[in-house]
């Protein structure tokens, strides 16, 4: 079975650094892309930062600059690395993954994890 297990949330003051991890774990996978969404209670899930199987990487404009996305493909983890977080980064932040099980694509997402930006 298939789980996205995320790590990293806090709470920090604003200017500080975080960074979160989600693990895939399960086999008979490959991994297309991996990503980070966030949300805040009431609004839309929005795209963080994103990367692909082949290294390939975006990030919203909103972070561009401050977070940086990267993977370890040998253990099927994606990072987010956070700096000069602002008040406005705080939400829950969700790990994303599009999985080839077999020849069909999957999508799967981690629980979530908190990260509160104090001013």
């Known amino acids: 079975q298939v789980q996205l297990v995320e790590s990293g949330g806090d709470l920090v003051q604003a200017g500080g650094s975080l960074r979160l991890s989600c693990a895939v774990s399960?086999?008979?996978?490959?991994?297309?892309?991996m990503g980070w969404y966030r949300q805040v209670s009431g609004k839309q899930r929005d795209l963080v930062a994103r990367?692909?199987?082949?290294?390939?990487?975006y990030h919203a404009e909103s972070v561009e600059g401050r977070f940086t996305i990267s993977s370890d493909n040998a253990k099927n983890t994606v990072y987010l690395q956070m700096n000069s977080l602002k008040p406005e980064d705080t939400a829950v932040y969700y790990c994303?993954?599009?999985?080839?099980?077999?020849?069909?694509?999957?999508?799967?997402w981690g629980q979530g994890t908190q990260v509160t930006v104090s001013s």
């Open positions: 994303h993954a599009n999985l080839r099980i077999g020849t069909l694509w999957y999508d799967y």
């Open positions: 399960g086999s008979g996978f490959s991994i297309n892309a």
């Open positions: 990367v692909s199987n082949t290294g390939s990487t």
